[in-house]
């Protein structure tokens, strides 16, 4: 069972266009993190959101979680090549069981 | 600050053989996760250890198995290895009780 999902899964964009990746879930998470991944490297640690209504901004990105916590976004202004790469949301659950549940990722490529 | 770190980069080991991969967590961490990225699949979490011990395993055989240091340090070790195996595995770091783990770079094994 896929607890989180992302969307879209494959993003194609040119520079200076704006994109949303969505992250979804029917479950609660009491924090949600997003990740940037490339080919062949450790995921790299975005930002980390922990309450309902929360928004975030990192530069050009800008973090949102859903006030029930249950789903997040992702919004890039004005994309540059340097965005490229795996996009990953994760969640942390109540209860501390150590692990996150990690959606499937959103490839961005933004092309010059 | 010194990120996580992880060795060896590379293994490519034939079906039947034994690995074990290690990471060194952030300073003053005392949780380490396990992960592993197979090919179409997403991160999947493997293990999580805490103060020396194993607080939650996922679902995953009992041939993945492993420890951690007192110094927080741990290993991943994987018997009896299958062609399935071949994945990127991740380690990841975060403060106890922390949903926010940080990632090494990744052992890219390779099951021949």
């Known amino acids: 069972t896929q607890l989180l999902e992302q969307s879209p899964q494959f993003l194609s964009i040119q520079e200076g266009e704006n994109l949303t990746v969505y992250c979804n879930s029917s479950?609660?998470?009491?924090?949600l993190q997003w990740y940037r991944q490339e080919p062949g490297e450790g995921p790299v640690l975005l930002v980390t959101?922990?309450?309902?209504?929360e928004v975030k901004k990192l530069k050009r990105l800008t973090f949102q979680f859903g006030d029930a916590r249950k789903d997040s976004s992702l919004h890039i202004t004005a994309a540059q090549t340097g965005d490229t790469g795996l996009y990953l949301c994760a969640g942390g659950r109540y209860g501390n069981t150590g692990k996150l549940i990690f959606g499937q990722g959103t490839t961005l490529q933004v092309k010059p | 600050e010194a990120g996580v770190t992880q060795s060896p980069t590379h293994l490519i080991k034939t079906r039947g053989q034994q690995v074990t991969l290690r990471c060194s967590p952030i300073s003053g961490h005392t949780s380490v996760y396990w992960y592993q990225q197979a090919l179409g699949l997403g991160l999947q979490f493997l293990l999580w250890?805490?103060?020396?011990?194993?607080?939650n395993r996922g679902n995953f055989p009992p041939r993945f198995s492993g420890r951690q240091f007192p110094n927080y340090s741990s290993e991943l070790n994987v018997n009896a290895l299958e062609l399935e195996d071949s994945a990127l595995y991740l380690c990841?770091?975060?403060?106890?009780?922390?949903?926010?783990?940080?990632f090494g770079p990744g052992t890219r094994l390779t099951v021949l």
């Open positions: 479950s609660v998470f009491s924090s």
């Open positions: 990841a770091s975060s403060r106890q009780g922390i949903h926010e783990q940080f």
């Open positions: 959101v922990v309450t309902g209504g």
């Open positions: 250890y805490d103060e020396g011990e194993e607080r």
